[in-house]
């Protein structure tokens, strides 16, 4: 071999050295009560670890959510990793550096199957981490101990401090049959879960079941809309109770609207009229014909004003992937637009059409007949630009 080819061989096999020496280390799409950045927000983040014991200068390396646009944020000149040190990435979509920190321009959504991916300089991907699974809000993901090949479940998350407390995913989710919705006479509801041992705990007032909550044992007889909210808790240590799912059966009532179900400990509490809660919640969301369009887990919290002097209250309903259920509702809400994601649906009661604000029978019918008379018109004025 010449003298040339060697040198770049050499130089081949000091860059791929280099290149292992970095990984992504933990991360974490569910920061909910978590760390905070310098901006004092809890925003998702991604640690970067060197395996080495030397310095790693990192300049002009990416870091992207996609592996089909891999260079989307590129670290500034003399940014370094410490031997054996980590380096705290901050996704809130800042485009920025603060407090020593990149904040690069985008977030993680775990809900869509979101990527952390590590290049380098030449945009040659070092590291790539997906979320196949979600986790429960304020978990993480990472490596079983710093820099291992295999990843694990962390329920206490060790962000910018070493990897430790690794730990198995969490039992399966409970499944109910049958399927939530209207049905006009008195059900049988039956749970199941594919672990053995496994013991599914539930409720019936929308409460989140815990340990303590009523063990299922045979089928639950439902002759009244109720919402049934059930967990499944492992006989194998270790392994943390699953995910809650949560159906209503809209047993013995019909309705000519779409319906949504909004289930959680303090959900009631809010509506009662205690508006300065803001409790986290699962909301389904069912057609006029009473079929399950799709259900998020989010939070709630007082919107309006009017409304809130009555017994019908608005409120503003906020879908987080920080819970590990789902990003948005996917479904065309509104025909009056082809959109198909909501984050964020606002409630509302109609009260400032509460006539004489007397204790009369108001209809509540010139706010959302003014609302859809102006959404018709912008639609057509829309159409006539076009």
């Known amino acids: 071999m010449s003298k040339k080819l060697l040198a770049l061989a050499i130089a081949s096999l000091a860059l791929n050295a280099m290149q292992a020496q970095v990984v992504i280390n933990e991360l974490s799409a569910a920061n909910w009560s978590g760390p905070t950045d310098s901006f004092g927000q809890r925003e998702d983040w991604i640690e970067l670890y060197n395996t080495s014991g030397s310095v790693v200068d990192i300049s002009g390396w990416y870091i992207s959510d996609s592996q ?103 039992a399966t989710k409970p499944s109910m049959s049958p399927a939530a919705g209207y049905y006009a006479g008195a059900i049988s509801v039956t749970l199941s879960t594919p672990d053995a041992g496994a013991t599914i705990r539930y409720t019936t007032n929308g409460f989140e079941p815990t340990a303590a909550s009523t063990a299922y044992t045979g089928p639950i007889n439902v002759g009244a809309p109720t919402v ?80 809130w002097a009555y017994a019908q209250r608005g409120f503003d309903w906020v879908s987080r992937d920080q819970f590990g259920y789902n990003n948005a509702i996917h479904y065309p809400m509104f025909a009056i637009t082809d959109r198909d994601e909501f984050q ?43």
């Not at 990472?142 to 329920?155: E, I, K, P, V």
């Open 68 to 170: 089909t646009n891999n260079t989307k944020y590129q670290f500034e000149p003399g940014t370094t990793i410490a031997a054996n040190g980590r380096l705290m990435v901050w996704c809130s979509n800042r485009n920025a550096v603060a407090g020593g920190n990149p904040h690069p321009n985008f977030k993680l959504t775990q809900c869509e199957g979101d990527r952390a991916v590590l290049s380098d300089a030449g945009g040659n991907i070092v590291d790539n981490f997906q979320f196949t699974s979600t986790t429960q809000v304020d978990h993480s993901w990472g490596r079983t101990t710093d820099g291992a090949a295999t990843w694990s479940l962390f329920q206490t998350p060790t962000p910018n401090a070493a990897n430790a407390g690794a730990g198995p995913y969490y």
């Open 228 to 307: 049934i909210r059930a967990k499944a808790f492992s006989a194998t240590p270790g392994v943390p109770p699953s995910f809650v799912e949560t159906n209503t059966y809209l047993v013995g009532v019909t309705h000519g609207v779409a319906i949504l179900s909004c289930s959680g400990d303090q959900a009631q509490t809010l509506l009662d009229g205690n508006g300065g809660l803001e409790p986290v919640a699962s909301m389904e969301y069912f057609g006029p014909d009473g079929v399950l369009r799709d259900k998020v887990t989010g939070t709630m919290n007082e919107h309006g004003q009017d409304s």
């Open 344 to 386: 964020r649906v606002i409630v509302k009661a109609a009260a400032g059409d509460n006539y004489e604000f007397g204790p009369g029978q108001p209809a509540h019918i010139r706010d959302p007949y003014v609302h859809a008379l102006s959404q018709a018109a912008t639609c057509a004025l829309g159409r006539t630009q076009l």
